[in-house]
Structures are given as structure tokens and as C-alpha cells.
């Protein structure tokens, strides 16, 4: 059964990582990703993958557009490897894709099907996850 937290929230356990959707240029300028940078050490320039106390998923392009549905896909895919292949460490994530990029709550949460237990994920997404 998925973890859950209250939408907006940051995770109280300083072990978290904190899961947040990026630009392909990784330049974390503003919502998640800039909270990511603030307060969990993550780099510019890295668009996707471990950087600092986070992980960078890529959903929008260099100017800010959506990538296709697909590719976000795929990075979540890479992503879910990682959270296996760490099962002792608490991912955070958050509402990846669904502020900056403009992806849909009911686009985004189900490519996160059957995810492993170490992943905490934001409370309006129950209806996907369960």
C-alpha cells in the first residue's frame, strides 16, 4: 500500500529525497524544482536523476513546453528502477508533471503504478494508486 502526505508538503525525515518534475536543461527555476534546489542541495544543469537530496524528473522541455506523455513516461520508468534498487531510502514525490508542465493529476499518477513502498506520494493521488 502507497504512502501518502498532504499535498504541498515537504518531507519532515532529512534522509528523504525529495522527487520533483525538471526542465531538460535542469534549470530549477520555480515550484517544485526550485524548492528542490533550496532546500534539498539539488544542481542546475542536472535534468534528470540523483542531484543533491533529490531526483529530477524531466517533464518540460528548455522553453517550457510538456514533453510528450512518453518520454515522462520513460523517466518515471528510470526513476521506479532507482527506488528498487534503493529500498531503504524514502523517496518523496510530488506532484510531478502537474504544476509548471500542465499535466493532468489523472495523466501523471497512474505511470506510477505499482510503485515500491519506499515512495510517499501526494494525497490527491490516491485514486490512482490504490
Known sequence: ????????????????????????????GGGAARAAVDRFDARM?????????AYAIPTV??????????????????????????????FFVTRVGCGIAG???????PLFRGAPDNLSFAESWREWLN
Open 1 to 28: 500500500m502507497p504512502l501518502f502526505h498532504r499535498d504541498g508538503a515537504a518531507p519532515d525525515d532529512p534522509a528523504a529525497v525529495f522527487v520533483f518534475g525538471s526542465n531538460i536543461a535542469g534549470a530549477h
Open 103 to 109: 499535466f493532468a493529476d489523472a495523466e501523471i499518477a
Open 45 to 53: 544543469g542536472v535534468a534528470e536523476g540523483m542531484t543533491g537530496r
Open 61 to 90: 522541455d528548455h522553453m517550457i513546453r510538456p514533453l510528450p506523455l512518453e518520454t515522462v513516461r520513460a523517466s518515471v520508468e528510470r526513476f521506479l528502477a532507482h527506488a528498487r534498487a534503493n529500498p531503504q531510502t524514502l
